[in-house]
């Protein structure tokens, strides 16, 4: 890391500090209020949607991969899931648990084993009421987990002979499809598991990023910002793995280009614990710095309005952005670095 990068980093996060938690990075001149008017009904509604968004918004019909994760899903006891699979043509059996292999699709890095032992203590005193899913071995006899790895372990912990489960007949495809959809909607999933999830389905099935999200749920924009999560520095990653870092902040450490600065600017919010609006306020003066001085008339003076204008567009389409403004007139530049940055950012501003 160099002095010079080390240098610019700390000169940006101290304009942080000049400001509290919740005042914007420049507030608009009121003589300049026309510049930015209409930037949210350009835009699109939120850009992102949490990692937890149901996977399964639309119409149940029994056939197709979401269906196989229906019945899984279904509230009730055994004996009422037994029914429910039966109308789908699905069956429920008692498995013994060594003939259950492990999901090589499972996305998960890590379980919390804590919560395995607290869940191990409640299948001993209540059973797994929430059958598993599982799809047919290569072996006879065998089965391959889909969904309910936490309790498959559970009960092992616990001293279970068998479990129950729901028997699907799915392709290796559908399969990892049902793992990340159970994965999704868990509130603590890791951005990194899931983004690897999405890049494994894009390179294992060459589904596309459209695909991928009529098969999960999750918007495309969400789906390539997860995807491009993966091109950040070795270590910026970890922090990610780690919990260090979320998924927001990464978002933001995106828009930076030099992978110096990321690193170095990635290290000092996991160090100081940065919040989502500060760390915006760094990358933001690395990104436009103001050079020269602050009133009008100063050589390469940035206008407030302008910084606030370009910080919102950027913050929005998860790109650089550029806007050059002079009296009121000016051009506004949108960087991209792939074809998908520019499907996906033509398809934002289109929308109504």
Same mark, same amino acid.
């Given at each position: 890391?160099?002095?010079?990068?080390?240098?610019?980093?700390?000169?940006?996060?101290?304009?942080?500090?000049?400001?509290?938690?919740?005042?914007?990075?420049?507030?608009?001149?009121?003589?300049?209020?026309?510049?930015?008017?209409?930037?949210?009904?350009?835009?699109?509604?939120?850009?992102?949607?949490?990692?937890?968004?149901?996977?399964?918004?639309?119409?149940?019909?029994?056939?197709?991969?979401?269906?196989?994760?229906?019945?899984?899903?279904?509230?009730?006891?055994?004996?009422?899931? $037994? @029914?429910? #699979?039966?109308? &789908?043509? !699905?069956?429920?059996? /008692? %498995?013994?648990?060594?003939? =259950?292999?492990?999901?090589?699709?499972?996305?998960?890095?890590?379980?919390?084993?804590?919560?395995?032992?607290?869940?191990?203590?409640?299948?001993?005193?209540?059973?797994?009421?929430?059958?598993?899913?599982?799809?047919?071995?290569?072996?006879?006899?065998?089965?391959?987990?889909?969904?309910?790895?936490?309790?498959?372990?559970?009960?092992?912990?616990?001293?279970?002979?068998?479990?129950?489960?729901?028997?699907?007949?799915?392709?290796?495809?559908?399969?990892?499809?049902?793992?990340?959809?159970?994965?999704?909607?868990?509130?603590?999933?890791?951005?990194?598991? $899931? @983004?690897? #999830?999405?890049? &494994?389905? !894009?390179?294992?099935? /060459? %589904?596309?990023?459209?695909? =991928?999200?009529?098969?999960?749920?999750?918007?495309?924009?969400?789906?390539?910002?997860?995807?491009?999560?993966?091109?950040?520095?070795?270590?910026?990653?970890?922090?990610?793995?780690?919990?260090?870092?979320?998924?927001?902040?990464?978002?933001?450490?995106?828009?930076?280009?030099?992978?110096?600065?990321?690193?170095?600017?990635?290290?000092?919010?996991?160090?100081?614990?940065?919040?989502?609006?500060?760390?915006?306020?760094?990358?933001?003066?690395?990104?436009?710095?103001?050079?020269?001085?602050?009133?009008?008339?100063?050589?390469?003076?940035?206008?407030?309005?302008?910084?606030? #204008?370009?910080?919102?567009?950027?913050?929005?389409?998860?790109?650089?952005?550029?806007?050059?403004?002079?009296?009121?007139?000016?051009?506004?530049?949108?960087?991209?670095?792939?074809?998908?940055?520019?499907?996906?950012?033509?398809?934002?501003?289109?929308?109504?």
């Amino acid at each position: 890391m160099t002095l010079a990068a080390e240098n610019t980093v700390e000169k940006a996060a101290e304009k942080v500090g000049e400001k509290t938690m919740d005042k914007p990075l420049d507030r608009p001149l009121e003589k300049r209020k026309a510049l930015g008017r209409g930037l949210e009904s350009l835009l699109p509604g939120p850009r992102v949607v949490a990692g937890n968004a149901s996977a399964s918004a639309g119409p149940r019909t029994g056939e197709g991969p979401s269906a196989a994760l229906d019945s899984a899903a279904e509230p009730g006891t055994v004996a009422e899931i $037994q @029914a429910a #699979a039966a109308r &789908r043509g !699905s069956s429920v059996l /008692q %498995l013994k648990l060594d003939q =259950i292999e492990p999901n090589p699709y499972q996305t998960r890095s890590r379980v919390d084993d804590g919560y395995l032992a607290q869940l191990a203590t409640s299948i001993e005193a209540n059973g797994v009421l929430q059958p598993v899913s599982v799809r047919p071995g290569k072996e006879q006899g065998k089965y391959i987990l889909i969904a309910g790895e936490c309790r498959w372990k559970a009960s092992r912990l616990a001293k279970q002979e068998t479990i129950p489960a729901i028997v699907k007949v799915v392709s290796d495809q559908q399969a990892m499809e049902l793992t990340i959809i159970e994965n999704l909607q868990r509130a603590d999933l890791n951005c990194i598991d $899931q @983004a690897r #999830a999405f890049e &494994r389905l !894009s390179q294992d099935f /060459q %589904l596309t990023q459209v695909e =991928i999200s009529l098969r999960t749920g999750v918007e495309r924009s969400t789906v390539a910002n997860y995807m491009r999560m993966l091109k950040l520095p070795g270590p910026v990653l970890q922090y990610l793995q780690d919990g260090q870092l979320l998924f927001g902040q990464a978002k933001i450490l995106m828009t930076l280009d030099n992978p110096e600065l990321i690193m170095r600017v990635a290290e000092r919010a996991a160090r100081f614990d940065t919040s989502v609006r500060d760390l915006e306020t760094i990358v933001f003066n690395l990104n436009v710095p103001i050079q020269g001085g602050r009133k009008p008339g100063d050589k390469k003076y940035v206008d407030p309005n302008v910084r606030l #204008a370009q910080r919102t567009l950027e913050e929005a389409l998860g790109v650089r952005v550029k806007i050059k403004d002079k009296s009121g007139r000016g051009s506004i530049l949108i960087e991209y670095k792939s074809l998908e940055d520019f499907d996906r950012v033509v398809e934002m501003l289109g929308r109504k």
